[in-house]
């Protein structure tokens, strides 16, 4: 047993891409099977892979299971941005500057609904202070956004952990309700998508969503939600906090 | 040769994050600005020259596709690596605050997207 545990945790990207494969095999399965293709495969892969996070309980979900520390680096920040920048293959360039003006609106508005909505539940939660109410609102924008404006403006650490919390129970709801809510708000073309990557902001949440609801739509939600974090970043300890420094 | 594809791919995602980092350093932010969004306009405008000029074969090209169609799956690893019981111990005010979010932006994306049809549905 042993002898299998070191070959699976030294040739850990090997491991990753035979968890996932089976993973995909079993989801687009019971897809099939199960919801008569009414849930798509790849939705059900995202919830299994949320539950296998889950079930391992660490920082980086399976990733922390020495044994399979490779999905960590199948699904971290370098493989996923290079497999993001490949669905652009084949997109003209006429789609993205159609959507340009919307998706840029849509930025700015995302951002100040996410602020406002943390705010207004830290507000609610009983805390009165510009400092505290800002970086949960910045969590409430993407787990990034939360705690670079939380150490610009000089929150406590417990607040910076809840905005952290906070981001990623936000990314975690955009995975498992995108594909379920795509219908009702008219995500089906490549302009509702920019707006939907700019509205929500959150990258994985976005990539994750979109995925499971249309991977078509995947570049150009993704081109917008780029912009999302860095925005927060700029805004969220400056023009923000200040806002929330008139209230408060 | 894919090897050709897949070199195409990586230097326009780190000239993107290049540039991106660059753009967060002149606003003042240490973060990535849309070092994504640049890199793929980069992969756009790369293939459209090659494709013109008849250098993309299908082999490149094969380089490229593949690691579009690898998207789903690595999302997946990603989901999997996920801290999920972290967002879940943040507490009630946590998941408050994030779920309200979530719920407010859906609402305006479904506003955004009906107007974004409409202004687009006479041309």
């Known amino acids: 047993m042993s002898t299998l545990e070191s070959v699976f945790a030294k040739n850990g990207l090997l491991t990753a891409f035979a968890l996932i494969g089976v993973t995909m095999l079993v989801s687009y399965w019971a897809s099939e099977k199960l919801t008569r293709g009414r849930l798509h495969g790849s939705a059900i892969a995202i919830m299994i892979g949320l539950l296998m996070a889950l079930l391992a309980g660490g920082k980086s979900g399976v990733a922390d299971v020495p044994m399979l520390s490779g999905v960590g680096l199948m699904g971290g920040a370098m493989l996923r941005d290079l497999a993001i920048v490949a669905t652009a293959f084949g997109v003209r360039m006429e789609e993205f500057l159609k959507g340009g003006v919307i998706g840029v609106v849509s930025l700015f508005v995302g951002l100040f609904v996410s602020f406002f909505a943390g705010g207004a539940v830290a507000f609610a939660f009983g805390y009165r202070d510009a400092v505290s109410i800002t970086t949960i609102g910045a969590g409430a924008a993407t787990y990034i956004v939360g705690p670079v404006t939380g150490g610009a403006i000089g929150a406590s650490s417990e607040v910076i952990a809840l905005s952290i919390a906070a981001g990623l129970v936000k990314a975690i709801a955009v995975m498992i309700a995108t594909p379920f809510l795509a219908k009702a708000i008219g995500l089906n073309n490549p302009s509702a998508a920019m707006i939907f990557g700019g509205v929500m902001g959150t990258n994985s949440g976005v990539m994750a969503g979109l995925a499971a609801t249309d991977p078509k739509l995947v570049p150009y939600g993704a081109m917008t939600a780029t912009f999302y974090t860095g925005l927060g970043c700029l805004l969220g300890p400056s023009v923000i906090f200040m806002i929330a420094r008139t209230f408060f | ?123």
């Open chain 2, 1 to 123: 040769m894919p090897i050709y594809g897949t070199a195409l791919l990586s230097l326009c995602l780190l000239t993107g994050l290049t540039v991106g980092r660059m753009i967060g350093a002149a606003l003042g932010v240490n973060a990535d600005i849309g070092g994504v969004g640049i890199a793929m306009i980069l992969l756009i405008l790369g293939c459209d020259a090659l494709q013109r000029r008849g250098l993309m074969k299908a082999p490149t090209e094969s380089g490229i596709v593949f690691w579009g169609q690898m998207y789903v799956p690595i999302v997946v690893a990603m989901a999997a690596s996920q801290n999920v019981l972290g967002a879940l111990s943040g507490g009630l005010m946590a998941i408050m605050a994030g779920l309200f979010a979530v719920g407010l932006s859906f609402v305006l994306v479904g506003v955004l997207a009906k107007k974004g049809g409409k202004e687009e549905s006479p041309s």
